[in-house]
């Protein structure tokens, strides 16, 4: 009972009817209102000495939402090359260690592919099942004779001449790396992975490596014609515009494991097979499907896009 209670209790005792059979009544009547307005403090009092508790408030933040990967299909299971096509960019374009492409296709070194080859762009099966032994052993044995026969020398080395891979031709002279504009970084370096990388070329980072986009590099903005570097030594893998996406893009192959991606070039100096050195000129800037002036610039450690900012030098 609050105090309002008792004083409305206390008025209504004093305000009721009076009596009509006498002086008696009133008094107990009296007596009456008193009694129910001390039990009424009484309660009052009572209910005051309780300490006050407020009512339990639960607070429910938003559930944060878990990072999901970002979608991206699966390779098909064969790949059908066509001409410009290489090993290191079919591997490169589904985001594959060209070293696996290699091994589920039994390509060794020089890598040679040809166009209308179908390429296997997952593991094969147990090797029992995949292709059966006898097949093996009549794939390659007109190389063997040769080395073993003596008989005729002239031969031997026809044979194998006809049988021995292409040779690689020699790499053609590359324009150097123009001298570095106000502000460059050309000249400074950054080991990482066993390789010294250098930015490619000079400008500002207008996009930044995002994990969740479909082409995972770094976007440096510039002027159109200005030089493009190789970020490390290397040999260029790649050469050509088959990857939709990337325009007049040049791969190079710096080690077993690393990679390094140049896009959207307005012109390529290099060619498949070139040798590189690190800040030697391979391509003049050029511009995107938005376009914008800009270098699309990748590294790639197994196959895998990595940022690039972890591998290249701070930038004053």
Not at 148 to 176: D, I, L
Not at 185 to 190: C, N, W
Not at 266 to 281: A, F, I, S, T
């Amino acid at each position: 009972m609050s105090s309002g209670d008792v004083g409305r209790a206390g008025i209504a005792c004093a305000s009721g009817p009076a009596s009509p059979i006498g002086p008696a009544n009133g008094a107990r009547r009296a007596a009456s209102c008193f009694q129910w307005m001390a039990l009424a403090l009484l309660v009052v009092a009572l209910s005051a000495c309780a300490p006050w508790q407020p009512a339990p408030v639960e607070e429910r933040a938003p559930a944060p939402r878990p990072q999901q990967p970002p979608f991206r299909q699966p390779p098909p299971p064969l790949h059908e090359v066509q001409r410009g096509d290489t090993l290191y960019s079919i591997a490169f374009r589904y985001g594959l260690d060209w070293r696996s492409v290699a091994e589920w296709n039994r390509i060794q070194a020089p890598y040679t592919i040809r166009p209308g080859q179908e390429l296997r762009l997952s593991a094969p099966p147990a090797l029992a099942e995949r292709s059966p032994p006898p097949r093996q052993t009549t794939e390659r044995p007109s190389a063997l004779p040769p080395v073993t026969t003596p008989s005729s020398p002239p031969a031997e080395r026809q044979r194998a001449a006809e049988t021995a891979p292409a040779p690689v031709p020699a790499p053609r002279p590359v324009p150097q790396a123009a001298p570095p504009a106000e502000g460059s970084v050309a000249s400074t370096t950054r080991s990482v992975a066993g390789v010294a990388w250098q930015w490619p070329t000079v400008g500002r980072v207008s996009r930044p490596f995002d994990p969740a986009a479909t082409r995972r590099g770094l976007g440096i903005s510039g002027q159109a014609g200005q030089s493009v570097v190789a970020a490390a030594d290397g040999e260029v893998v790649y050469s050509g515009t088959a990857l939709i996406g990337y325009g007049e893009l040049i791969i190079i192959k710096h080690s077993e494991t690393m990679l390094s991606a140049y896009g959207h070039n307005r012109r390529r100096l290099v060619q498949e097979g070139d040798r590189v050195r690190r800040g030697q000129q391979i391509a003049e800037m050029g511009m995107n499907e938005r376009d914008e002036e800009i270098l699309h610039f990748e590294i790639r450690r197994n196959g895998q896009p990595e940022d690039p900012q972890r591998f290249l030098p701070p930038r004053n």
